[in-house]
Structure formats: C-alpha cells, structure tokens
C-alpha cells in the first residue's frame, strides 16, 4: 500500500529534473550557441526520413500536374485539329471559287468577242444518258431566254433551248441521240450535219463523199443554216475518218469543243436583229 506514493513521489521527482534539464539547456543554447552543432547533426539525420514523409504529398503533386498537363495538352491537340479541319475546308472552299472565278473570266472573255447578244446562266441539273442529253439552267422567258436559242460555253456549241418557263429553260445537248448541228468545215468549206449518238465525246458526221477532202484536225463550225445556230461558232474537231469503199461514203467522228459534261456557267446566244 505505501509503494504506490513512493512510486508517485519519485516519477514527479524524474519530472521535475527532466523540466530543469531542458530548460537549463535552453538556456545555454541561448547564451552560448553550444548546441548548434548538435542540431545540425540531428537534422542531418531527420533529413531523409523528412523527404519520405513528405514524398506521397510530392508524389500526389506530381502526378495531378502530370495529369492536368497532359489533359491541357490533348485539349490543345483536339482544338489544333479542329481549327486545321477548318482551314482547310476554308482553302478546299477558295480553291473552288477562284476556279470558279476563272471560269466566269474565260465565259465573259469569250462574250466580248462575240456579235451577238449573251444571257450568262448557270447550270441547275443534269439529265446525261445514252438516250437523251439534257441541262437545266437558272434563265428562262423573264430573262429573255425562248425557244430555239443556241447555247455555248466558253469552248464551244453546247446545244439548244427546246423549253422555257419563266425561271429556267431545258437546254438539248448536240451530244443528244435526236439532235442534228448543221457544220461547216473551216479548211475546205464542206458543209454537213453533225449527229449526235448519247456520248459527250463524239459527234458523227455521216455520209460525206469519199472523194472529200476531210482530215483528222480539222475544225468544224456552225454553218447557220437551217437558222438553228448564228454561223461560225466552234463545234467539233475531227478525230476519226472511217470509209466505207462498198458505197463510196466516209463517216468522221469529231470530238466537241465544249465540255459537255463539266461546264457549270454557259451563255445563252441572242442573235441580234439585222
């Protein structure tokens, strides 16, 4: 029963001593600066076990940085690519138009050297097959545009008005199976007809004499008669004779000049009033 107070009285005592002990050591590290060194060998030692206390919260630092780089430079990447798409698109989209521009250069040029009247069109559909050869295009009888008009593009004869509604009119290509163009070859005078046969690169001129003086690469226009097409406007050029001895005849096929299956702008050829 009395070993218990001992026990008290001598851990106060062990205390106590511990409390003087520091504070008598403060006191000279204070005054005297004798503990320094031993501070800094003590925190030598405590800097490892520092560095792996403090490593996971690095380490966590580390890798969300890690991770928000990484988000901000996907980011980046997918709007780069997004802003190129677009650039792209852009220049794909001026490409078409200065094409397009050209074009319209080359259809005005040719409108200039011409005697007649023009109406500028635009294509709105095509109906192209082996057995008829159609365009629409965006002038009608508001604009002048009747029945029986020849229709060219900045190369050539491309056909003839044969419907015309107040907006538009229905254009027969000379490629057209039932369509016949009166010619004049330009070398040697020689006047014929051009047939077409539903292929937008070939016309047929049938039935020529075999003693006519015909060659690949001649040119062949309008001849106006008929009054179908004004005169002297480019159709074809030859690129095949084909003769038939047995009944003394020559067929020649010729190549278009007009591009009867690209062209998007034509002019529509109003003949001036004599």
Same mark, same amino acid.
């Given at each position: ?6 026990? $008290?009285?001598?851990?106060?005592? *062990? ?7 520091? @504070?008598?050591?403060? @006191?000279?590290? *204070? ?9 800094? !060998?003590?925190? =030598?030692?405590? &800097? ?12 966590? &630092? ?20 997004? +802003? ?6 852009? %220049? ?9 521009? @050209? ?19 635009? %294509? ?9 050869? %159609? ?7 508001? +604009? /002048?545009?009747? #029945?029986?008009?020849?229709? #060219? ?11 015309? &509604?107040? !907006?538009?009119?229905? $254009?027969?290509? =000379? ?7 009166? #010619?004049?070859?330009?070398? !040697? /005078?020689?006047? &014929? ?22 060659? @690949?690469? +001649?040119?062949?226009? $309008?001849? /106006? %008669? ?14 095949? #004779? ?33």
């Amino acid at each position: 029963m009395n070993q218990e107070p001992n026990q $008290t009285r001598v851990a106060t005592v *062990h205390t106590l001593f511990l409390v003087c002990f520091c @504070i008598a050591l403060m @006191i000279v590290d *204070h005054r005297f600066n004798h503990l320094e060194v031993v501070r800094s !060998n003590i925190s =030598i030692v405590l &800097s490892p076990l520092r560095y792996l206390v403090s490593l996971p919260t690095m380490t966590g &630092s580390w890798v969300g940085e890690w991770f928000t780089a990484h988000t901000d430079l996907l980011a980046r990447n997918n709007q780069l690519e997004s +802003d190129l798409r677009l650039l792209n698109t852009r %220049l794909q989209k001026m490409q078409v138009l200065q094409e397009e521009n @050209i074009r319209l250069r080359n259809l005005l040029s040719s409108s200039g050297k011409l005697a007649d009247q023009v109406i500028v069109a635009e %294509l709105l559909s095509v109906d192209q097959n082996p057995y008829r050869q %159609l365009i629409e295009i965006n002038r009608g009888t508001s +604009d /002048g545009v009747h #029945i029986g008009l020849a229709v #060219i593009d900045d190369f050539g004869v491309m056909g003839q008005v044969i419907h015309a &509604s107040p !907006n538009s009119a229905t $254009t027969i290509l =000379i490629s057209d199976p039932d369509h016949a163009t009166p #010619i004049q070859f330009i070398r !040697n /005078g020689v006047r &014929s007809v051009a047939f077409g046969n539903g292929n937008t690169d070939q016309l047929e001129i049938r039935f020529l004499p075999a003693t006519a003086d015909i060659r @690949i690469g +001649d040119e062949l226009v $309008t001849s /106006g %008669l008929g009054g179908r097409f004004p005169a002297d406007y480019p159709v074809a050029t030859v690129s095949a #004779i084909r003769e038939d001895s047995s009944h003394g005849f020559v067929s020649v096929m010729a190549a278009p000049k007009a591009r009867l299956d690209s062209s998007r702008e034509v002019l529509v050829i109003k003949p001036r009033q004599r």
